[in-house]
Each structure stands twice: as structure tokens, then as C-alpha cells.
């Protein structure tokens, strides 16, 4: 069994392009054949000429490079055999990689988590899946999880697997679980983010300032200890800390994401004729219209009314609402999202004041022809007594995140144009009073609720919600506020850092580390050239080393990273 040197090597052996092996091998492991000892320093000239002569790029295994290495008797040369067969190189290499001669993605994935073993716990590939940020239940991952089932249910010991059955437990999933295991997600080091984001919450905890809503009775009922913060980035890396399970009612949260189905289902034009695009300066409850009376932008009640209206236009409420339902669940990727029919009703009872925004709105012909106001305001109690986790909020944040495509189903739930616009006016309209104050400081897209919830959007990385009862006097969440402060002072997610020159903050989505070890598997010359060539604008200098492992030979290329 071949065991490897360091988990550095082990991710970089992901990214080479293996094309053919070298000249002679006949071997049926996937390592070099056994090259005779040469001087470093030779090594390096040699290697250094193959990068600046273009002539040995089309002719890799020329006669310079032919003393180094041993033929086996009767091999034949890779060109030599392909002009004879007439066949291309790709249809040769998979040739090699059915025969066994190259190894499958399926075996690269195996000698990573076995690390030398010949059998695999699968409590050990389920840790080391953890830890890239995928789950278990992931919808993506679903055949590749009831094939592992089965496949246990059916082994000797019901524990471990050998490679052949790992193999058919993940060849359903292995471009995904590859690029997982190659840290290509968009946040690479998962595991030393989610340290730092534990962190944010743990200090965000012990603050007790604000109170818990109660102009509607069943919101007071919440207790003021409850704190949890949910993330799910745009490749579907999840993590949760606190109380991320219990229900809660999106109430504000729900305005972007209604905002959007209207104009997914209409379009800007058409949206825009009935309500603003402007932030109010005024509280988010005021009877109150801009010079065209209409609502200043759909995040304020009498926009969100209005918006209400725009959908389903025709249909029963019991219709429409079924139609907001079936999005939001496709936004969460099937993730919970009920209703809590006690806040329905407790809103209803005591919404006085939009009952009068909603008869002010009538007055000034605010609302399609044929509107009926009063089942618009039912729909509007309806909408904002919809229920998710913070789990589950996370994954709508991040299909906002994600450009209106759902990141653990793959699904396209909303259109980019819609994404654009719900995300703009987020920014400028999304947290009430505050909202020009979130966006100098946070600098994201957000939509706070009077439940205790933050909807954050980080376009194109992640999507957060955080939750927590007490509210400020804005009413925005003491602890949510807190929490996405502190988030942007330590990584560069504000829209206006520099991602390149801003040295005070951490950029998670680059990996960490001024060094890195790239492993070059079987390859033959051209291969190595094309891998340091296109490497070689990013790194200074280039020393070749030497493992052997059961009489063959590991070639580890340690590049130092040019200094910024």
C-alpha cells in the first residue's frame, strides 16, 4: 500500500493532469519507474532547459532525457504507439487508466483517506467529508450515501471499507467529492474559517442589551437567551453553531424573497411600476408615499404590501401561498419551512397599523386593478408567519448568494436579474433605520426581521443567518448586529475592501500559507513542463527531491512562493 508523505502532497496530487507514464514502465502501480541517482544540480539544469526550448516540449522523452531512466525490454514508446494505432493521446489514456496503469479519480480519492491502510473506517470518510464543509445528507450526495449503506449492510465487519467497494460507494459523486477533498470550494480551508466564525459567535453571546418583541404576542414568547448563526456557502459547505433547530418566523426576512418572486415572475419594469426603488429615511411602518405615490422600495410594510399583490394576481390565497411556499422550499433545498398558523393569527389581530397602510394604498390606487385589499393583508400575515431554522435560512441566503441557484441541489430557482435587484436593494433598504449605517459599516446585503433575524448575503461566497429575540431600537438584533460587524473586520467580505492590498483582514477564500508542495504523479516530460510552465510566473525557484516507497520512486517539487 502506498503511504504518503503529508496531507499537502496529497491535496496537490489532485491537480495534476496525468497523460502518460513514462516510457517503459511496465508496472502496474501509478508512480515513476525507478530513475538511476543523478546530481541535483544536473537535475535542475535539465529541468530548466525543458522550460525554456520549445522544441523538447513536443518531443518529451527525446534523447537527452532517455539516460536517466531505465527501458524495459520490449516497451514500446508512447508516440511511437500511437502514431502505429492512429489514435489520439486521450483515447490512449483512457486505455491506460481502464487497464489499471493510470489511476481513476475513485483510487486518488481512496489513497488520500486511507493514508496507507488498505481499508477505510467509514466513520473516517464521513469525518474527512465534515471537515471540506459537505454533509452527509447533502441532496447531491444522496446516491453516494445509500450505496455506502449498502454496501456496509452487505461487508464482513459492517465498518470498514477496502477500495474496490469505496470506489462504488463514490464514483457517483467523485467530481464533487474530489474537488471537495482538493479544497476547490470557494472557502478552502473550511475548517479554520468555521474556528473564527465560532469565535464571532462566542463573543457575540454574552451580550444582554435589547428586548424581545412583543407588539405581537406570540414573538414575546421567545427567550432572550436563544443565539445561533447558520452558514452555507455558494458549493453548499455548511456549519451551524447554537440553537440553529428551532423554528422561528421569517416576518421582515420575507420581504427580499417575495420581492424576488415578483420579479422573477414579472420583471423589473413591471414591479417597478407600483413601487419604488428609494430608501424612505422614514420608520419601516409609516403612512407615508413618495412624490409618484407609490411606496419608497418594497422592504418597507407599505412596498411589502404592495409587492404581496404582484403575485399570484387571480389566484386563492390558499393558491398563492401554496406558490411562495413551493419557492422558499426550493430556495432551501427542500430544508424546513413551515408556517405558524398562532402567529398568523396574532398578527392578524393586532395589525392595525397595516391595515391602515393597506387602506391608505387603496385610496391612492397603489395596487393592481381588481385588487382585493383585505385578502391582500390575510397573504402579507400569511407570508410573514412563514417558519424556518437558521439552518435552513441559510441555504435561501445562499441561493441568493449563488445567483438564484440553489448550492446543495443545483436547482435555478430565481433568475439573475431578480438576484441583482433583491441584493441592491437589500443593501440600501434592508435593515430598517440602520440601513445606511449597515451599509457603511458591513458593506452586504442584509434583511433584518422583528423575530430576531439577519439575512446576509456575502454575493458569490456565502449566505448567513443569524437569529437572536432582543432587538435594538432600530429593531435589528443586538447579537446580529454584533455578529456581522465583527464578520467584516476580520475577513475582507465588506463590497469595498481590496481584495489584493488590504493586509489587516484574512481573505478565507484564498488557502493559507506562504508555501505549498505540488506532487507530480506519473508524467512524463511534457506533462512536468506544462505543470511548471504554467506555475512558473507565481513561483521562484525549484528543488527536486527523492522518496522511495516499495522500489519506486515519488518525484515531490517543493516551489517557495515569491515574496509580495
Given at each position: ?522 508524467m512524463d516530460y511534457e506533462s512536468l513542463q506544462q505543470e511548471l510552465a504554467l506555475k512558473a510566473p507565481l513561483w521562484k525557484k525549484v528543488a527536486p527531491t527523492e522518496s522511495h516507497q516499495d522500489s519506486s520512486t515519488t518525484v515531490v517539487y517543493r516551489m517557495d512562493k515569491v515574496a509580495e
Amino acid at each position: 500500500m502506498l503511504h504518503f508523505r503529508c496531507s499537502t502532497v496529497l491535496k496537490e496530487l489532485f491537480e495534476v493532469t496525468l497523460k502518460r507514464p513514462l516510457s517503459g514502465s511496465r508496472q502496474k502501480s501509478w508512480l515513476p519507474t525507478r530513475c538511476s541517482s543523478v546530481d541535483a544540480s544536473l537535475r535542475l539544469k535539465v529541468l530548466h532547459a525543458t522550460l525554456h526550448r520549445p522544441g523538447l516540449r513536443t518531443a518529451p522523452c527525446a534523447a537527452p532525457f532517455r539516460s536517466y531512466c531505465t527501458k524495459t525490454e520490449g516497451a514500446v514508446e508512447p508516440d511511437e504507439q500511437l502514431k502505429k494505432d492512429g489514435v489520439s493521446k486521450e483515447t490512449s489514456i483512457d486505455k491506460r487508466r481502464n487497464a489499471g496503469i493510470l489511476p481513476s479519480l475513485e483510487d486518488l480519492l481512496f489513497y488520500t483517506v486511507a493514508e496507507g491502510q488498505e481499508t477505510i473506517p467509514a466513520h473516517k470518510f464521513l469525518t474527512a467529508l465534515k471537515t471540506t464543509g459537505l454533509r452527509s445528507g447533502d441532496p447531491r450526495l444522496k446516491e453516494c450515501m445509500d450505496t455506502l449503506k449498502e454496501t456496509l449492510r452487505n461487508s464482513s465487519d459492517g465498518v470498514t471499507l477496502d477500495r474496490h467497494q469505496f470506489k462504488k460507494c463514490v464514483q457517483s459523486n467523485i467530481v464533487l467529492l474530489t474537488q471537495a477533498f482538493r479544497k476547490k470550494f470557494v472557502i478552502p480551508d473550511f475548517q479554520s474559517f468555521t474556528s473564527h466564525i465560532d469565535e464571532l459567535y462566542e463573543s457575540a453571546k454574552p451580550l444582554n442589551e435589547g428586548q424581545v418583541a412583543d407588539y405581537i404576542p406570540q414573538l414575546a414568547k421567545f427567550s432572550p437567551d436563544l443565539w445561533a448563526v447558520s452558514l452555507c456557502t455558494v458549493d453548499g459547505q455548511r456549519h451551524t453553531v447554537g440553537d440553529t433547530k428551532v423554528p422561528f418566523c421569517l416576518q421582515s426576512c420575507v420581504k427580499p424573497l417575495k420581492y424576488a418572486i415578483a420579479v422573477h415572475d414579472h420583471g423589473t419594469e413591471y414591479v417597478h411600476s407600483f413601487i419604488g426603488k428609494e430608501p424612505s429615511g422614514l420608520r419601516f411602518n409609516k403612512l407615508f408615499l413618495d412624490d409618484d405615490d407609490k411606496p419608497h422600495n418594497p422592504m418597507v410594510n407599505a412596498g411589502a404590501i404592495v409587492c404581496t399583490s404582484l403575485i399570484e394576481q387571480g389566484a386563492s390565497n390558499a393558491e398563492r401561498f401554496d406558490y411562495v411556499m413551493n419557492f422558499l422550499k426550493r430556495m432551501a433545498g427542500n430544508e424546513y419551512v413551515g408556517f405558524s398558523n398562532a402567529t398568523f393569527q396574532s398578527e392578524r389581530e393586532s395589525g392595525d397599523r397595516n391595515f391602515a397602510i393597506g387602506y391608505y394604498l387603496k385610496e391612492k390606487k397603489c395596487f393592481p386593478d381588481g385588487t382585493d385589499m383585505t385578502s391582500v393583508l390575510d397573504f402579507y400575515f400569511q407570508l410573514c408567519s412563514i417558519e424556518v431554522t437558521c439552518e435552513s435560512a441559510s441555504v435561501m441566503a445562499a441561493t441568493l448568494a449563488n445567483g438564484g441557484i440553489c448550492p446543495i441541489t443545483g436547482e435555478r430557482v430565481l433568475s439573475p436579474e431578480a438576484v441583482r435587484n433583491t441584493l441592491s436593494l437589500m443593501h440600501s433598504c434592508g435593515m430598517y433605520d440602520f440601513s445606511g449605517q449597515f451599509a457603511f459599516h458591513v458593506g452586504l446585503p442584509a434583511k433584518s426581521g422583528v423575530a430576531g433575524g439577519i439575512l446576509l448575503v456575502v454575493p458569490n461566497v456565502m449566505g448567513i443567518m443569524c437569529w437572536s429575540p432582543p432587538l435594538d431600537k432600530m429593531g435589528n438584533s443586538v447579537r446580529g448586529i454584533q455578529f456581522c460587524t465583527d464578520l467584516v473586520e476580520l475577513f475582507n467580505f465588506h463590497n469595498y475592501d481590496n481584495l489584493k492590498h488590504f493586509a489587516k483582514k484574512h481573505d478565507p477564500r484564498r488557502e493559507g500559507g506562504d508555501q505549498r508542495q505540488f506532487f507530480f504523479g506519473p508524467m512524463d516530460y511534457e506533462s512536468l513542463q506544462q505543470e511548471l510552465a504554467l506555475k512558473a510566473p507565481l513561483w521562484k525557484k525549484v528543488a527536486p527531491t527523492e522518496s522511495h516507497q516499495d522500489s519506486s520512486t515519488t518525484v515531490v517539487y517543493r516551489m517557495d512562493k515569491v515574496a509580495e
